[in-house]
Nanobody
Framework: QVQLVESGGGLVQPGGSLRLSCTAS????????MGWFRQDPGKEREVVAS???????NYGTPWKGRVIISRDSAKNTVYLQMNSLKPEHTAVYYC??????????????WGQGTQVTVSS
């Protein structure tokens, strides 16, 4: 069992930046990848970015150049730096954890989500 605790969301003006964080605890040995997903009410979830234990990063196409995912392995924490935010980026962002193997991810755990609101 892995628990994910997120922080860093909030209200930001258009063009501003936020840094989200997610810290994992529990059976850390069962995961080797963490990522960030976006969800709007009534819409499908969208991958924002992911990172593996070995440092492999992936970004959803709309997010390339706008976000940077990073990790602090000693703290079992991943970060999502979000820049040049627009009102359409308003959503709940979820941290996930799972396993990466052979180019594929399997996600097993959810964080509680953190609200990002970009005012118009």
């Amino acid at each position: 069992q892995v628990q994910l605790v997120e922080s860093g969301g909030g209200l930001v003006q258009p063009g501003g930046s936020l840094r989200l964080s997610c810290t994992a605890s529990g059976t850390i040995s069962s995961i080797n990848a963490m990522g960030w997903f976006r969800q709007d009410p009534g819409k499908e979830r969208e991958v924002v970015a992911s990172i593996t234990q070995s440092g492999i990063t992936n970004y959803g196409t709309p997010w390339k150049g706008r976000v940077i995912i990073s990790r602090d392995s000693a703290k079992n924490t991943v970060y999502l730096q979000m820049n040049s935010l627009k009102p359409e980026h308003t959503a709940v962002y979820y941290c996930r954890a799972g396993r990466y193997s052979g180019g594929f991810y399997t996600w097993y755990y959810w964080g509680q989500g953190t609200q990002v609101t970009v005012s118009s």
